[in-house]
Every structure is written in structure tokens, then in C-alpha cells.
């Protein structure tokens, strides 16, 4: 019942933009903590950006300036917009969803993004 649907994944050259979706169903998104994180090949998994239930934002170092997490609870979704993108950029970028009162945490299938020239 509850699914994460990331999309907006794509080839992308390096300096260009790429904003992925993330759609969320089963969940009263309004009360999740959404976060974005992203897996390249051989690497463990690193978290991106996150935004709170009152739209509070952070982000890791290496996205800040470059990227904007934003959500609409009207549409259950949670965006990821990128630009200035860069190769190490690449990577399958995963959608998550955190309770803010505590309770099971969520992920999506993720959606691979590939920043080549």
C-alpha cells in the first residue's frame, strides 16, 4: 500500500539541471520527514538533502548550492531539483520518507541519474 515512485531520472551532461519526483501514496506524507539520498556503484549509500514537515531543508556539502529540496504536501510529492551537475553527481537517487513522530520509515525504488558527457 505505501510506495515511494521516484521520477525525472535521466542522462544528463555535466553542468546541466535534472529535478526528480518523488510521489508518495499510503502515507500521511504531511507528517514524514522526506530525504533524498543517492548509492553509486561500490559506494554505500549517502543522503543528499532532507526537508521536514514544516519545510525546513538541510543538504550534504557536496549538493549545497547546487541542489533544492521542496515539497508540496497538497501532491505528496518531494522534489530534488539539480543543476551545475558533475559526473561524481551520478548515482541511483532515492526517495525517503521518516515519521516525524516515530514509526516505520520508507523507500523508494530510486531512479538513476548519469551525468556524462
Known amino acids: 500500500q505505501v510506495q515511494l515512485v521516484e521520477s525525472g531520472g535521466g542522462l544528463v551532461q555535466p553542468g546541466g539541471s535534472l529535478r526528480l519526483s518523488c510521489a508518495a501514496s499510503g502515507i500521511i506524507f504531511s507528517i514524514y520527514a522526506m530525504g533524498w539520498y543517492r548509492q553509486a556503484p561500490g559506494k554505500q549509500r549517502e543522503l543528499v538533502a532532507t526537508?521536514?514537515?514544516?519545510?525546513?531543508?538541510t543538504y550534504a556539502d557536496s549538493a549545497k548550492g547546487r541542489f533544492t529540496v521542496s515539497r508540496d504536501n497538497a501532491r505528496n510529492t518531494v522534489y530534488l531539483q539539480m543543476s551545475s551537475l558533475k559526473p561524481e553527481d551520478t548515482a541511483v537517487y532515492y526517495c525517503h520518507a521518516r515519521p516525524v513522530l516515530g514509526g516505520r520509515e520508507y523507500w523508494g525504488q530510486g531512479t538513476q541519474v548519469t551525468v556524462s558527457s
Open positions: 526537508v521536514t514537515s514544516s519545510h525546513t531543508t
